[in-house]
């Protein structure tokens, strides 16, 4: 039996999915009030890097600003399965990946992620509760909420498809995956911070934008998948539910790796039992 499509059936199956509201068109005043709005916060987590560079003499705040900057190439593959459209009339285009014009008000990764990255990383490296690392969390997810909005009802870019949870235009998952990523970042740098000297601080470029994708995917394919999907809502509510305990569980991983209120199981690894069964026999 062989199975054959011709290009317009195959173009007919590909147009049955949700497709980006290509007629949207940017404001240019508006645009440019939302990239000010954005590199207000940018600019301050600059000042404070350096701040901390001179008083601390490490580069790990100013590297972690640098990786912000880095994870902004994730984005294009975040827009793509989560459905995300910036309309390419009047954008002031910072670059372009799978033919999505991506915006300079992007710089948002230089201060949501960079900037916070360093904060709860500085926070750790001071000793953190479990309470505060779920208080973090908490208090990211708010602050992407008033960061995200007003650029959608000034109609700088969309979410389209069967989002789930949209209040304010703003589908709820991304506040809550978002939030994970300077938490999960500022994870990693703090438990490989005893490996991270001379040359090797370099490494906390890379690590940024690493664990911001890792966490994303990890957390988001169940709407990633359901988005893209003829199902609709039927299917994406179920999948935020499942997003969100997905999250939940980053979170408290996130609490065991760095809490310092946190008990530490005994471990045990198979060679040490192997041994013992040994020295037994």
């Not at 670059?95 to 992007?106: D, I, M, T």
């Not at 990764?109 to 779920?134: A, C, D, K, N, P």
């Not at 609709?232 to 997905?246: C, E």
């Amino acid at each position: 039996m062989t199975l054959s499509l011709n290009a317009e059936e195959v173009a007919m199956d590909i147009n049955s999915f949700p497709q980006p509201p290509v007629g949207m068109e940017m404001d240019t005043t508006w645009q440019a009030v939302f990239t000010i709005g954005q590199a207000i916060p940018a600019t301050i987590m600059i000042i404070i890097a350096v701040r901390m560079l001179r008083r601390y003499s490490t580069p790990i705040p100013l590297l972690c600003l640098v990786g912000g900057a880095v994870a902004i190439l994730i984005e294009p593959i975040v827009d793509v399965l989560g459905l995300v459209w910036f309309p390419r009339e009047g954008q002031w285009v910072l670059l372009e990946v799978f033919g999505r014009p991506l915006p300079v008000f992007l710089i948002v990764y230089v201060w949501f992620v960079g900037g916070q990255t360093f904060l709860v990383w500085h926070r750790m490296e001071r000793g953190v509760s479990t309470r505060e690392i779920w208080l973090m969390y908490l208090a990211f997810t708010i602050i992407n909420i008033p960061t995200e909005t007003p650029g959608l009802y000034m109609d700088l870019y969309t979410y389209y498809g069967a989002q789930p949870f949209t209040p304010f235009r703003l589908p709820l998952m991304w506040p809550i995956v978002n939030a994970l990523m300077p938490l999960a970042a500022a994870t990693a740098i703090y438990r490989l911070r005893p490996y991270l000297h001379g040359w090797r601080v370099v490494g906390v470029v890379a690590l940024v934008p690493m664990a911001d994708g890792t966490v994303n995917l990890a957390t988001a394919f169940p709407l990633y998948i359901t988005l893209n999907t003829n199902l609709g809502f039927k299917a994406t509510y179920p999948a935020f539910f499942v997003m969100l305990a997905l999250a939940l569980f980053v979170v408290k991983i996130i609490t065991i790796a760095a809490a310092t209120d946190t008990e530490q199981p005994e471990r045990s690894s198979v060679t040490h039992d192997r041994q013992a069964a040994v020295g037994a026999g």
